[in-house]
Structures are given as structure tokens and as C-alpha cells.
């Protein structure tokens, strides 16, 4: 009878509220002609996330979720990463972002009540990988709810899995639709959020953000470098990329190009080298086209050098106040004792000042990764990688002139969309012409989004020739790895 009589008192109370607020709508609509209304209505701006609201914290929670539920109250974390320098980098930010939410470190899956997996969507295979480690997972964690059981006893706390990373932010939503597979999907520009997410799972829901940002690039982060051996780091200086090649899923998944204050990364390195560390790699996904563009320094934004003759930039570079080389000079000259190194460049973005820093300082490795990905002019313009076969030698040719012995590494593609026997014969011949120190050499994986997949669609008359799709097994033999090429000089190039 009470309870009767409670529902039915907060029914009227809530009738009576539905009915004041219509009859308020009716007399402002009234007295407010249509046009002055729309003054009132919600913009945009309300419903896009204001700078600074990455990070949940006490003031912008969701309302289906508390402060107390965010906190992971020791709960053990464990995390594999796959994929490149950046997703290591990657990984050790994570780290740090759920150590200061109360997680812990966990040395093994069957101890953990948090599984992560950085993840990897570059090639097809990568993301294989992936998905039969994730069904790995599941048939562990069924195993054990069946032991549980077969015992009598209690199950404990059901382990969240998540997936962060490229293939989160590439196949986002469809990731949780396959079964019980993960709980949580989070894209690289929204690891501030990862608390919130697990609160959300651990209460039974699915949790997704794959935002992609304008101006992340967790500066503020103090990376935790578990099992580091205390000698060699990734300092992450810039994240995105703005090239574009028509073969690439980067910009899509990583987003555009937005380069770190260059404070934060001199505090970084400065603390590592008190720590002993003595080999620093800057990272990045374009990492020799950084641009501060801060302006907390000082100095003033100025625009960028020419380009390199028959380089072409798929977009303009920013204005700035410090550039890459400049970074590297700073860096180098006040830590004469780390060894610095950098990677993955693009070739339009080695200007001479770049190159005679690296003849001056004697702790900047003279051993440089410069991908090719073709020795076909006709096929790196379908790639849109901005040069031609000839433009790619004549830097070549620079770079051997300035730094002598230099070691160089490249990467190359083969299969690629309208690649024939004679496209694939030039980059043999570049090859045999360059003789790089180490070449990573792949055959082609189509990727959805990206302007070579649309392109595809579109003519249905770009199809690869199976023969060079296979990479011509007796020119690579251990092509999918990396394959070292023979050498020009015997001096490694690791330090002058």
C-alpha cells in the first residue's frame, strides 16, 4: 500500500513537471517569433568537447558514473603492443595514465584484471594477429569461468579487455560487435579516458572513444618505461601525419600532424639523461617534419625553408618557431653524452641544415632511415609519396656528400595497385644503385579508407599483378622482415 502510494505521489509530481514545462515552451514559442528563437536554441559548441575536457576528471564526469568508480583500486593491468616504436611510446603513456587512476602492473595475463592490447593496422597481417589473439583471450577466459564452476565456487571479477591503438581507431564500433571479443575500444588521441572506460565496462557496458584530436599530443605525460634496460628510450616529439600516400591507413588512424611543445620534450630528454640513459630515439610518425608552433619559447613563428628541389608536400608545413633540425641541435649540444636518433622520416624533409647537424654534433647518429618504397618514378607518383625516382637519387647523392660512410635504411612495397615486371625491375635496380644498409621490405596490403582502396573501387581496373604481389621470392628472400642489403661501407653508422 505505501509503495502504491509513493509511485503514485512521484507520478503526479513528475506529470505536474512534464506539464509546467510544456505549458513554458507554449508561451516562449508564443512570444518569440521563430528567427529569435533559434538565438536560444543549442549550437554546435555544445556538443563538441572544450580544450582541456580530454582528461576526466572530477568536473566533467558522465552522470552514470562517480569519481570513486574511476578510481582502479589496485587492479592489475596487463598490456602487449604490437606494431612500431610509436605504439611502444605509446604503451608506456598508458601506463602512466592508469598508474596515476590507482592501476597496477600486472607480469601476466592470468593475474590480470585488465588485458590491453596496443594494437597495429598498417598491413592486413598485423591486424590477423590480432584478431586470433583476441579469440585466444576469450577461450582463456571461458576456460576459466568453466573451471570456476566445475568447483563450485565463486567466479571473481570478470577481466576487461580492451583494444587500443590503429585497429581501435580504424574498425571502432564493429570491434564490439563481435562476440565478447573486447569490452573497451579506445583510438590513440584518447588514452586520457581510458578510466573512465574501464569504470564503464566493469559496470557492464561496452566503452568506446576513438576521437581523433587537433592538439593531443600528452606532453603533460610522464611516460612509465617498465622493463626498460635504464640505456636506450623513444621520446615521442610529434604525432599524425599529413602525407597522404595513397597506400597509407596513418593519417586516418593517427589523425594530422600536431608536433609537441619543444619545452616538454627538452625537460624529457634532460630527466632521462640524468637518469643514465644514453641513446634517446625521437619518434614520430613524420618525425622529421616537427614544427613548434607553440610559441612559449619565445620565438617567433617563421615560415619554412623551400622545400628540396622536386620534392612536392601534400600540405603546406606550418609556420613555426623551431623545426626538426633545430630540435636536434638543442638536444645534441646540451647532452653531449646520450646518442640521438630518429625515426620514421620522409624523405621531402631532409634540408641541409638537418644534414650538417649531423656532421657537427658527434653524438647524432650518421645512420638514417630514408624510405623509398619504389625505385618506379610511375609508381610513387600512384603512391603520392611527392618525388620521382630521380629526386630520391639526387637526395641520396646529397646526403653521401655531406656525411660520408653515412649507413642509410629504406623501406619498399611491392604489389602495389598497377605495379608491372618493369616497375618492380627499376626497383631492383635502385636498389643495386643505393646499396642501403638494411631495406624493410613488404608486399602491398590494401587498406580500407585510404585514396588507393577509394580508387580501386572506383576504376576497378587497378588490380595487382599476382607475380610481383608475391615479391619475386628470388630477388627478397626474406621479404616481410627485415632484410639487410649489401653494405657500401662497413661503418655501421651508429655514432662519429
Not at 600486472?106 to 594494437?119: F, I, K, P, R
Amino acid at each position: 500500500l505505501f509503495y502504491d502510494m509513493a509511485a503514485g505521489s512521484r507520478f503526479r509530481a513528475a506529470a505536474a513537471w512534464s506539464s509546467s514545462l510544456q505549458s513554458s515552451r507554449r508561451a516562449f514559442s508564443a512570444r518569440t517569433p521563430s528567427r529569435r528563437r533559434l538565438e536560444f536554441a543549442a549550437s554546435l559548441r555544445d556538443f563538441t568537447p572544450h580544450e582541456g575536457t580530454a582528461d576526466v576528471g572530477e568536473t566533467n564526469l558522465p552522470p552514470y558514473l562517480t569519481s570513486a568508480q574511476l578510481d582502479g583500486a589496485g587492479r592489475g593491468v596487463y598490456m602487449e603492443t604490437y606494431g612500431c616504436q610509436m605504439n611502444v611510446a605509446d604503451t608506456e603513456v598508458v601506463r602512466s595514465v592508469l598508474q596515476g587512476a590507482g592501476y597496477s602492473h600486472a607480469a601476466s595475463l592470468s593475474g590480470a584484471d585488465v588485458v590491453l592490447l596496443n594494437t597495429c593496422a598498417i598491413r592486413e597481417n598485423a591486424e590477423a594477429k590480432i584478431w586470433a589473439r583476441l579469440r585466444a583471450i576469450r577461450a582463456e577466459r571461458r576456460k576459466e569461468a568453466a573451471g570456476w564452476r566445475a568447483r563450485g565456487g565463486l567466479r571473481p571479477t570478470r577481466t576487461v579487455v580492451g583494444l587500443l591503438g590503429c585497429m581501435g581507431e580504424r574498425l571502432k564500433g564493429k570491434l564490439l560487435e563481435e562476440d565478447q571479443l573486447v569490452d573497451v575500444v579506445c583510438g590513440p588521441d584518447a588514452y586520457r579516458a581510458l578510466p573512465r572506460l574501464l569504470a564503464q565496462a566493469r559496470g557492464g557496458q561496452p566503452a568506446l572513444d576513438v576521437a581523433l584530436s587537433l592538439d593531443e599530443t600528452y606532453a603533460d605525460v610522464a611516460p612509465v618505461r617498465e622493463g626498460s634496460d635504464g640505456i636506450s628510450a623513444f621520446v615521442s616529439i610529434m604525432r599524425g601525419c599529413n602525407n597522404m600516400c595513397s597506400y597509407c591507413i596513418v593519417p586516418h588512424t593517427r589523425g594530422r600532424e600536431r608536433s609537441r611543445p619543444s619545452s616538454s620534450i627538452c625537460a624529457e630528454v634532460a630527466q632521462l639523461a640524468a637518469q643514465g640513459y644514453r641513446e634517446v630515439t625521437l619518434l614520430g610518425q613524420n618525425v622529421n617534419s616537427y614544427a613548434d608552433g607553440d610559441g612559449r619559447g619565445g620565438g617567433a613563428l617563421v615560415a619554412p625553408s623551400p622545400t628540396r628541389d622536386g620534392f612536392t608536400p601534400m600540405v603546406p608545413p606550418p609556420k613555426a618557431s623551431l623545426r626538426f633540425a633545430g630540435l636536434l641541435d638543442t638536444l645534441s649540444a646540451a647532452h653531449p653524452e646520450v646518442r640521438f636518433r630518429f625515426t620514421s622520416p620522409h624523405p621531402k624533409d631532409f634540408p641541409d641544415h638537418l644534414l650538417e647537424v649531423i656532421r657537427d654534433r658527434p653524438n647524432a647518429c650518421a645512420s638514417l632511415h630514408i624510405p623509398a618504397q619504389s625505385g618506379s618514378t610511375a609508381v610513387l607518383a600512384a603512391m603520392r609519396r611527392g618525388y620521382s625516382r630521380e629526386t630520391y637519387m639526387r637526395l641520396i647523392d646529397r646526403v653521401r656528400e655531406v656525411l660520408p660512410g653515412v649507413a642509410i635504411s629504406s623501406d619498399f612495397i611491392s604489389g602495389f595497385c598497377g605495379e608491372t615486371e618493369a616497375d618492380h625491375a627499376e626497383t631492383l635496380s635502385l636498389l643495386e644503385a643505393v646499396r642501403f644498409e638494411r631495406a624493410f621490405m613488404f608486399a602491398y596490403s590494401l587498406r580500407e579508407k585510404t585514396h588507393a582502396h577509394r580508387r580501386r573501387r572506383a576504376t576497378r581496373g587497378l588490380r595487382r599483378d599476382p607475380s610481383v604481389a608475391e615479391a619475386h621470392p628470388r630477388d627478397c628472400p626474406r621479404l616481410g622482415s627485415a632484410t639487410t642489403c649489401r653494405s657500401r661501407s662497413s661503418s655501421g653508422g651508429c655514432a662519429k
